[in-house]
């Protein structure tokens, strides 16, 4: 499991304990894929140019249109391949060129970061604008224990082959079409349906 990057005090290990900081914009193709399935790392096709983020430096992770902090992290050194689609075991592999782990996600709740330029898919940027971001976001909330589960009626000729079709049809159609159901541990009674990695209604007789 992903571990922050916070001291006692609650606050980010400053960028210049490191080096200088940098702003990645994710592709909007991942940002889906990012929000939906848990990933301990972000893979993607490093800048070109000499400015290159090195190991252990401090990155923003942004979307656009408008700028947003969606997680923080730091740079990791790259595997020698990564999926073309972190979603599909089965696609290609190709060169990974920049890995960043995270160490605080925010991409249920982006925070609007204004008055910020972005010139390419990574950038530098300040140590003092890495760190107020840092500060604003704050440390993750509490974990805590919740009941997660995916009911499918399934036709089937025996119990193995409906768990067979369970995962077929789990992998076939994952977040984005099925609804999953999860509520806090010892509070069954406030269980929420989430598709598309929100809140959806799944009472019909409520949408009217």
């Given at each position: ?140 909330p509490q974990r805590r224990t919740w009941l997660v589960s995916l009911d499918l009626p399934i036709e089937a000729g025996s119990p193995a082959e409906a768990v067979r079709l369970f995962w ?41």
């Open positions: 499991m992903t571990q922050t990057d916070h001291r006692g005090n609650g606050r980010h290990r400053a960028a210049e304990d490191i080096g200088g900081a940098w702003a990645v914009l994710l592709p909007a193709d991942r940002l889906d894929a990012e929000r939906l399935v848990h990933h301990d790392t972000l893979e993607l096709s490093g800048p070109d140019g000499t400015a290159r983020p090195g190991p252990g430096e401090p990155v923003a992770v942004l979307v656009d249109s408008p700028p947003r902090l969606v997680a923080l992290g730091r740079v990791a050194t790259p595997t020698d391949q990564r999926r073309e689609d972190p979603d599909d075991p089965q696609s290609e592999p190709s060169p990974a060129s920049l890995v960043v782990r995270y160490t605080r996600r925010a991409f249920d709740e982006p925070l609007p970061v204004d008055g910020v330029t972005i010139d390419g898919p990574v950038s530098a940027l300040a140590t003092a604008t890495w760190q107020e971001w840092a500060d604003r976001l704050g440390p993750p077929s049809y789990v992998q076939e159609l994952g977040p984005r079409e099925l609804p999953a159901f999860v509520s806090p541990s010892g509070d069954e009674l406030a269980m929420q349906a989430f598709v598309l990695g929100a809140e959806a209604n799944q009472d019909p007789e409520e949408e009217d």
